[in-house]
């Protein structure tokens, strides 16, 4: 418990001298969950094993079994285990792309009810509103926020705006149509040789977080007014021929960041980390600016227990101290680098600090958490869906069928329609 206690101290220092977190551990007070025991089943797909051994030191009588699932695996694991009647796990890690179809499955328990009562506004909006199901019972504890950026070569930005610095870019990129004028330009100076994008996968993944119109209402699809805006802007954006058609998550795509003709690649907070570094060895090379069109959210898991879990109380005691005893906040900054989802951490204007070589020196971590998080809330973040996995694979299609036409003349009420009868054929209950 000693190293423990070591490694929390700047977090309890913060908390004393400017009031911002509680002084005292929140796992230590008494309540559901205060003292668990026996072991604990985890479904997930990342970092509870990598945080084992902080479990193990404050919960010695609980013995962790992670089992590693892939994330597009878990919903087909979680829903032939329930119609097989099979043991579900204590706790599922859910990612939110799926999570809308799984909270609408009735095997969660509530953990803003008895007996666990966990106070829903002590998290960040843009997480609360995914972490919560149209009834708004919390289903599940935030992992961590996910805000999103604009990432960017500097020597290209350099080069083709007479300036890498952020601030500058930020002010210079304020809307869509800023990048469709700029990038013209380098189209010109370039002779078509650099691209501003790389491709229209990850605009889409952004787009779709300044545009929440609802996918569907009731059992009504809305893609027509929620899916237009955002077909339109990815549209004048292929006619202005800015964007490459490198596809999201390919080897042509991953092998881009490396190269020296795309310019911008949207980034959420875990990029960096998961997708930038690993694809570019450049030292110094990258920037991060604020988005244009505003602030969203971009990803992020929750931990949920099952209502048919063998172990609620050590479950929950786990899930607690992962998402809610702003402690945890520190070796999930430190160890894996992803931010809490705990409102109270933010009020420590230095807790997320990190100059990184990597972008030249940048503090991107108080861009994320100072400039960017401030400014998500219900108007910039997409609600759960529990047609989102099939919204996303009908959209997928529709944006092949823009990326093949060489000028972008493609009629979006087509692709409208496209979407539409993709949906309809995979979900009959629904109609237009």
């Not at 370039?190 to 889409?204: E, I, Q, R």
């Not at 955002?230 to 202005?240: M, T």
């Not at 907070?269 to 244009?292: C, F, H, T, V, Y």
Request: include cysteine; charged fraction near 25%; hydrophobic fraction near 40%.
């Amino acid at each position: 418990m000693k190293k423990y206690l070591k490694r929390v101290a700047p977090l309890m220092m913060s908390a004393v001298m400017l009031g911002s977190l509680p002084a005292t551990n929140v796992m230590a007070e008494d309540g559901y969950g205060s003292a668990p025991s026996g072991e604990v089943t985890i479904w997930g797909w990342d970092e509870t094993e990598i945080l084992k051994d902080h479990l193990a030191e404050i919960y010695p009588d609980v013995t962790v079994n992670y089992v590693t699932i892939a994330q597009a695996d878990l919903p087909k694991k979680i829903q032939t285990t329930l119609a097989s009647g099979a043991q579900m796990p204590d706790i599922v890690q859910l990612e939110s792309t799926t999570r809308g179809k799984m909270y609408s499955l009735d095997c969660w328990e509530d953990l803003s009810g008895e007996p666990y009562n966990v106070d829903k506004d002590i998290f960040t909006v843009d997480q609360l509103l995914v972490s919560v199901n149209e009834d708004g019972n919390l289903l599940g504890l935030p992992m961590g926020s996910v805000p999103s950026a604009m990432a960017y070569k500097r020597s290209l930005a350099k080069e083709y705006f007479g300036t890498d610095d952020p601030e500058e870019l930020s002010a210079m990129f304020t809307t869509w149509e800023d990048y469709i004028e700029k990038g013209q330009e380098v189209t010109e100076k370039s002779n078509g040789s650099v691209k501003m994008f790389a491709g229209l996968s990850d605009l889409y993944n952004v787009l779709s977080g300044q545009t929440i119109i609802p996918f569907t209402e009731g059992d009504k699809l809305n893609v027509e007014a929620s899916l237009t805006p955002i077909l339109e802007e990815l549209v004048k954006i292929k006619k202005a021929g800015i964007v490459d058609t490198l596809e999201e998550s390919s080897p042509a795509l991953m092998a881009s960041y490396a190269d020296d003709t795309h310019i911008f690649y949207p980034c959420a907070q875990w990029s960096p980390r998961w997708i930038l570094k690993p694809n570019d060895s450049r030292d110094g090379e990258w920037g991060l600016m604020e988005l244009a069109g505003g602030a969203v959210n971009w990803g992020g898991g929750v931990y949920s227990i099952p209502n048919t879990a063998q172990n609620k109380e050590a479950a929950f005691a786990i899930i607690k101290w992962l998402t809610v005893d702003p402690e945890s906040a520190v070796p999930r900054r430190d160890e894996l680098e992803v931010f809490t989802a705990i409102k109270s951490v933010y009020e420590d204007p230095e807790f997320y600090s990190r100059t990184d070589s990597f972008f030249g020196g940048q503090d991107i971590d108080k861009l994320f958490a100072y400039t960017i998080i401030p400014k998500m809330d219900e108007t910039n973040v997409r609600p759960l869906n529990k047609y989102d996995v099939e919204v996303k694979d009908a959209v997928s299609s529709a944006l092949k069928t823009i990326n093949a036409s060489a000028d972008g003349n493609v009629d979006v009420s087509e692709l409208i329609d496209q979407i539409e009868t993709d949906i309809l054929s995979r979900c009959p209950e629904l109609s237009k």
